[in-house]
Nanobody, 124 residues
Framework: QVQLVESGGGLVQAGGSLRLSCAASGRTFRTYSMGWFRQAPGKEREFVAGITSSGGITPYADSVKGRFTISRDNAKNTVYLQMNSLKPEDTAVYYC?????????????????WGQGTQVTVSS
């Protein structure tokens, strides 16, 4: 079992930056692929970015490519999402997710554990 706790959300103006963090419990963090998803009001939860256990593969949603960067620190059991050039359409609750199986995915069913989410609001 893995517990995930997100932090770093908040209110920012368009064009600004935020860095989200996701702290994971347990000694198996380094073996998990990790992902960030987001859900805006009235919309489905969507994939934002993922990272394999080694950090060697990092898929991104087209909407965030070039603006967001996912990274991880296995020594700290933490995954990050650096968000730059934020837009009002990035406003959503952002969720961290962990995948215990080999490989990485871009859909909700690919992940086994979820955090409680952190709100990101981008004002125009």
């Amino acid at each position: 079992q893995v517990q995930l706790v997100e932090s770093g959300g908040g209110l920012v103006q368009a064009g600004g930056s935020l860095r989200l963090s996701c702290a994971a419990s347990g000694r198996t963090f380094r073996t998990y692929s990790m992902g960030w998803f987001r859900q805006a009001p009235g919309k489905e939860r969507e994939f934002v970015a993922g990272i394999t256990s080694s950090g060697g593969i990092t898929p991104y949603a087209d909407s965030v490519k070039g603006r967001f960067t996912i990274s991880r620190d296995n020594a700290k059991n933490t995954v990050y999402l650096q968000m730059n050039s934020l837009k009002p359409e990035d406003t959503a609750v952002y969720y961290c997710a962990a995948r215990s199986r080999i490989g990485i995915g871009t859909t909700r069913t690919n992940y086994d554990y979820w955090g409680q989410g952190t709100q990101v609001t981008v004002s125009s």
